[in-house]
């Protein structure tokens, strides 16, 4: 190698055996970064079904032990049932109108058919004795039942019973459609191509559900029982209910599955920061003293030997004997007193040159709380609730930031309620309303015939739930009321947004105004000006500079 090679870096070239090709940038997914980051994060495929049915009771069990060993969870799941369901779904029946008028009904008589039915609904979801097989649990009890299970186990699974006439005798009710929820746990997991079951869940060749088998106690023992789907009139009996992530999905697994990791982390930092902290409290006092050491005590004994004694005089102290001497005196005071530190604290005297010093607790540091507050809003996001719903903390919430949180969330809400809560009641209804016609207690004309003919057409029903949370009521009606005078609204759709039943809001209404008309009174349903000088009034003020007010 030559001087000016060495001074340019070359070197010689390697013989062509030995030579490799230098790495080549390319494009493309799954490019490592320099710190081979994402070579640490090894991952299978295969189908998700088989990922749920390998860790389903794993992921059950930590969930179920995270709820009941967690007040925030707890909390978390009450808060998905108030904003799903309220106090109850509230049923609005919606038959086809069309199939009514072929039936011979005329607009008042379907009303008065679609009223009829919410009625007797009503007085048969709220008896346990009636509409429950075990007599427990109303409709809206086994609905927040239904909420809680899709939370731990991410499903919920119930069937459709029915009792003769001489059970009912026995009991003292009136109907026989009864709704039974099963826990999903008691949905086996075993699977066999042979029969086409997976996770306890039996397939016909077109992949679609026909049975379920359940594990059941009778007299002791424990027993597989295989359910039906639907009837041989195809009436659904078994209702089972997930949020399918696949196509090939056959079972849900726990909502909060994927936030495990979070929850336990918190935890882990909640309670390692609390433990820091009473440590803190209760061991930080120090008792300093300038009292001499072992070493000192040494330097004095040198001290007193080097000073030469006094010819024919007795045989003083030396120093080191005075100063012991003294020292001795001094602590026995001391030791008459104590030093408490406790649920009665007491510091009666302290020895000579001695201070006693509490020192405050430095947990938690200035990043707990960003901290804490990350992991909280990623177990929000798992739920379903927004963040100052699951941490009740709305520290720094503006009207903006509120009202956008509550519109992100409310999307999330609504659908749980049509793909979770609502077909639950949805089963009951149907299959309850088929017995009410069927035995006449609900007059059709046609019949059970005509019913069982349209069948699908005349039990379709909306489940509507709670009103949207507002941040301000005041903007929010001013905004229903331009919606509605813009034609870009109906009174039906206010109605459901704020989960009220236009039909109901209506008949409450005119009972109301013909009260105050019949008694000499004014109506509180007339507006004292035209609908336009209101909002033309209404916007007049909101033009108006208005004092920033305190959310």
Same mark, same amino acid.
């Given at each position: 190698m030559t001087l000016l090679d060495r001074i340019l870096g070359r070197s010689k070239a390697a013989p062509a055996s030995a030579t490799t090709a230098p790495p080549r940038v390319r494009a493309g997914y799954l490019r490592d970064t320099r710190s081979r980051v994402l070579s640490t994060r090894t991952a299978s495929l295969r189908d998700h079904r088989d990922d749920v049915r390998i860790a389903w009771r794993r992921a059950a069990g930590i969930a179920m032990d995270l709820i009941q060993n967690s007040s925030r969870l707890r909390g978390a799941a009450d808060q998905v049932i108030a904003d799903t369901v309220g106090v109850e779904l509230v049923l609005n029946p919606q038959p086809d109108p069309k199939v009514l008028a072929d039936l011979g009904y005329s607009p008042e008589e379907a009303a008065e058919l679609v009223r009829t039915i919410k009625q007797r609904w009503k007085r048969w979801a709220w008896n346990p004795r009636e509409c429950d097989l075990r007599g427990k649990f109303t409709v809206p009890q086994q609905i927040d039942i239904t909420l809680r299970w899709d939370m731990a186990y991410g499903e919920a699974l119930g069937h459709i019973s029915y009792m003769t006439p001489a059970e009912r005798r026995a009991y003292g009710i009136t109907s026989g459609t009864k709704m039974c929820l099963v826990n999903p746990t008691k949905l086996v997991q075993d699977t066999s191509e042979i029969e086409g079951m997976f996770q306890g869940v039996i397939h016909d060749p077109n992949g679609r559900p026909i049975a379920y088998r359940i594990e059941q106690k009778e007299a002791g023992i424990t027993v597989k029982r295989d359910y039906r789907a !639907? *009837? /041989? $009139?195809?009436?659904?009996?078994?209702? +089972?209910?997930?949020?399918? &992530?696949? =196509?090939?999905? %056959?079972? @849900?697994?726990? #909502?909060?599955?994927?936030?495990?990791?979070? +929850?336990?982390?918190?935890?882990?930092? %909640?309670?390692?920061?609390?433990?820091?902290?009473?440590?803190?409290?209760?061991?930080?006092?120090?008792?300093?003293?300038?009292?001499?050491?072992? $070493? /000192?005590?040494?330097?004095?004994?040198?001290? /007193?030997?080097?000073?030469?004694?006094?010819?024919?005089?007795?045989?003083?102290?030396?120093? /080191? $004997?005075?100063?012991? *001497?003294?020292?001795?005196?001094? &602590?026995?005071?001391?030791a008459e007193s104590e030093i408490a530190i406790g649920g009665d604290p007491q510091v009666s005297h302290l020895a000579p040159d001695e201070e006693l010093k509490f020192h405050g607790a430095q947990t938690p540091g200035p990043q707990f709380?960003?901290?804490?507050?990350?992991?909280?809003? @990623?177990?929000?996001?798992?739920?379903?609730?927004?963040?100052?719903?699951?941490?009740?903390? !709305?520290?720094?919430?503006? !009207?903006?930031?509120?009202? &956008?949180?509550?519109?992100?969330?409310?999307?999330? %809400?609504?659908?749980? #309620?049509?793909?979770?809560?609502?077909?639950?009641?949805?089963?009951?209804?149907?299959?309850?309303? *088929?017995?009410?016609?069927?035995?006449?207690?609900?007059?059709?004309?046609? @019949? !059970?015939?005509?019913?069982?003919?349209?069948?699908?057409?005349?039990?379709?029903?909306? +489940?509507?739930?709670?009103?949207?949370?507002? =941040? *301000?009521?005041?903007?929010?009606?001013?905004?229903?009321?331009e919606r509605i005078y813009n034609g870009t609204s109906s009174l039906a759709d206010e109605c459901a947004e704020y989960g009220k039943d236009p039909d109901e809001v209506f008949e409450q209404r005119k009972r109301e105004h013909d009260k105050y008309v019949a008694a000499g009174m004014p109506s509180p349903f007339l507006r004292k000006q035209d609908a336009g000088n209101d909002v033309a009034a209404d916007q007049q003020q909101d033009a108006q500079p208005q004092p920033s007010e305190a959310v």
């Open positions: !639907y *009837d /041989a $009139e195809g009436r659904q009996l078994v209702v +089972h209910v997930f949020d399918p &992530m696949d =196509a090939g999905d %056959v079972r @849900g697994i726990s #909502r909060i599955a994927a936030a495990f990791r979070e +929850h336990i982390q918190q935890e882990l930092l %909640v309670d390692a920061t609390i433990q820091t902290a009473i440590l803190q409290t209760v061991f930080g006092i120090t008792l300093t003293s300038k009292s001499p050491s072992k $070493e /000192a005590f040494e330097a004095i004994s040198q001290l /007193a030997d080097d000073i030469p004694a006094t010819p024919g005089a007795d045989r003083p102290l030396s120093f /080191a $004997e005075e100063f012991r *001497d003294y020292f001795l005196g001094t &602590m026995e005071r001391a709380q960003s901290l804490n507050n990350e992991l909280s809003r @990623g177990m929000a996001r798992a739920i379903g609730i927004s963040y100052g719903g699951f941490t009740m903390n !709305y520290e720094g919430a503006t !009207y903006s930031s509120t009202r &956008m949180e509550n519109s992100s969330i409310w999307p999330v %809400v609504t659908r749980r #309620r049509e793909r979770i809560a609502a077909p639950i009641q949805q089963v009951g209804y149907e299959s309850w309303l *088929d017995e009410e016609i069927g035995e006449g207690r609900i007059a059709l004309k046609g @019949g !059970y015939e005509a019913f069982r003919a349209n069948r699908e057409a005349l039990v379709w029903a909306l +489940h509507q739930g709670p009103a949207k949370p507002t =941040a *301000d009521d005041g903007k929010s009606a001013k905004a229903s009321t």
